[in-house]
């Protein structure tokens, strides 16, 4: 009886051994971080600038001169902002993989 045993188990143990799952192969995301790099362009010359204001002929030139160097600095004000800004935010984390 104790021989029977003895040939039965390591068979027992082989066929069990076969009806596992081979083990899965998981990739697993790990945020890393990445230094943010702004590139800051100069400015170029506004069209509000002294040379062009005095070189304008009439006052409604010079006028329409100051407005538009104020958009021109505005937008650029903004650009700076907003990549300033992107730095800034922490990336979302990624729920779809749940």
């Not at 009886?1 to 899965?24: H, S």
């Not at 702004?38 to 006052?59: F, G, I, Q």
């Not at 600095?73 to 729920?95: H, N």
Request: charged letters at 20%.
């Amino acid at each position: 009886m104790k021989r029977a045993l003895l040939w039965l188990l390591p068979i027992a143990v082989m066929i069990f051994g076969c009806g596992t799952t081979p083990p899965k192969t998981v990739e697993v995301s790990v945020p890393v971080s990445v230094p943010c790099a702004v590139v800051v362009t100069p400015p170029k010359a506004y069209s509000d600038a002294a040379a062009y204001v005095k070189a304008a002929p009439n006052l409604a030139e010079r006028v329409r001169l100051l407005l538009l160097g104020r958009n021109e600095r505005d937008a650029y004000i903004m650009r700076l902002e907003a990549s300033a800004a992107g730095c800034l935010l922490e990336p979302a984390a990624d729920t779809s993989a749940r």
